[in-house]
């Protein structure tokens, strides 16, 4: 079995299961859980993140198959046909069981499950100037689930935000990207319960039985979730999906960028010298800039371990990962996300808390 035009043979159709979820819900975590659980299956991992840094690809467990980066653009709008490349690629030049796919957290579902079944012209994409056309991806891939990952913990504080998102000609909020990240998912994953109101979490459940009655609802800590709860699932139904209004809405919409729509920068910190943990506790101690809706990566404290930074909202975490690999590589790297982050302010915050 060949693609279409070309001679390069291609595997029979690979399931796709696609996570999405707003910014610090828990996908990379999740996704690193079922990656400790598929030995002996030959899974390709892309990790989408709209940063010009792709901070998520680094923090993914090392697997047998090579890590596909898409980043500085979201796959459900500037990088849809970066996307349908990448897949192309993969099928060309490997054998595979599956492909799991983590958007970036302010991607929506819907226009991710069409890039897999419909053609680059259906799709109204183009080529970049100088390169051939897109690949089709129909027949050698197929949407097994999308899966929508949940912070049961700080979906309420976001879904009840009040202020527009900014540049938004319709003036949507946040909630109504949290209600499309629920209402096209085939499994809704509650992850954080642990951190969780039982009163919220109620809530929670109520809203997804309500506006997506047909997804199927795992609930989680830390991500854990065996693998065959999420994977091989066959719950994506292509006739059902295509019958939805927002199937045919989201063919005539022309997307900007999620960065410009929903109002967020990102910056990057970097830094060869290890922190020192009482200058940074100290510095932490008021809290991150209330604009910073999620940061991210790994930091060095000193002591030969990897310490991953996790931060959403009110909650910073601090997780020993392992020692280096090689000390004299040891650094400091952080992303931050949010709302007219001011670089220079936070560059000054972390310095301040590095060793002399």
Not at 214 to 236: K, S
Not at 306 to 329: F, I, M, S, V
Request: charged residues 20%; proline residues 6%; aromatic residues 6%.
């Amino acid at each position: 079995m060949t693609s279409p035009g070309s001679s390069t043979p291609f595997p029979a159709s690979v399931p796709i299961t696609v996570l999405c979820g707003f910014l610090g819900a828990g996908k990379t975590t999740l996704l690193n859980h079922l990656l400790t659980q598929t030995e002996g299956q030959r899974i390709a991992v892309i990790v989408n993140e709209f940063g010009a840094v792709n901070i998520d690809a680094s923090l993914v467990v090392k697997t047998d198959e090579q890590i596909t980066e898409l980043s500085n653009g979201c796959i459900c709008c500037t990088l849809r046909g970066d996307l349908l490349q990448a897949v192309d690629e993969l099928l060309s030049t490997r054998e595979l069981d599956a492909i799991l796919i983590e958007s970036t957290g302010i991607g929506e579902p819907l226009p991710i499950a069409q890039t897999f079944c419909l053609t680059p012209e259906e799709l109204d994409l183009a080529p970049e100037d100088g390169q051939g056309p897109l690949p089709s991806l129909l027949g050698r891939v197929h949407v097994d689930a999308m899966v929508t990952v949940v912070d049961s913990a700080q979906f309420f504080p976001l879904w009840n935000r009040q202020d527009a998102i900014p540049g938004d000609d319709l003036e949507r909020g946040f909630g109504e990207l949290l209600a499309e990240q629920l209402e096209f998912a085939d499994i809704v994953v509650l992850n954080k319960l642990d951190l969780a109101a039982p009163d919220d979490v109620a809530a929670l459940r109520d809203l997804v039985r309500i506006t997506n009655p047909r997804a199927r609802v795992l609930d989680a800590v830390r991500g854990v979730l065996p693998a065959g709860a999420l994977l091989n699932t066959g719950l994506f139904d292509f006739d059902q999906a295509s019958g939805l209004d927002a199937w045919m809405a989201e063919l005539g919409k022309a997307h900007a960028p999620e960065s410009e729509t929903y109002g967020l920068d990102t910056h990057l910190f970097r830094a060869q010298k290890p922190f020192d943990p009482d200058r940074l506790t100290r510095a932490l101690t008021a809290g991150l800039p209330k604009n910073v809706i999620r940061s991210k990566g790994w930091i060095n404290l000193g002591d030969g371990v990897a310490t991953l930074w996790n931060h959403t909202g009110r909650q910073l975490a601090l997780e020993q990962a392992g020692e280096w690999l090689d000390p004299a590589q040891a650094h400091s790297e952080l992303v931050f996300i949010g709302r007219a982050l001011d670089g220079e302010a936070l560059d000054g915050l972390l310095t301040e808390a590095l060793q002399g």
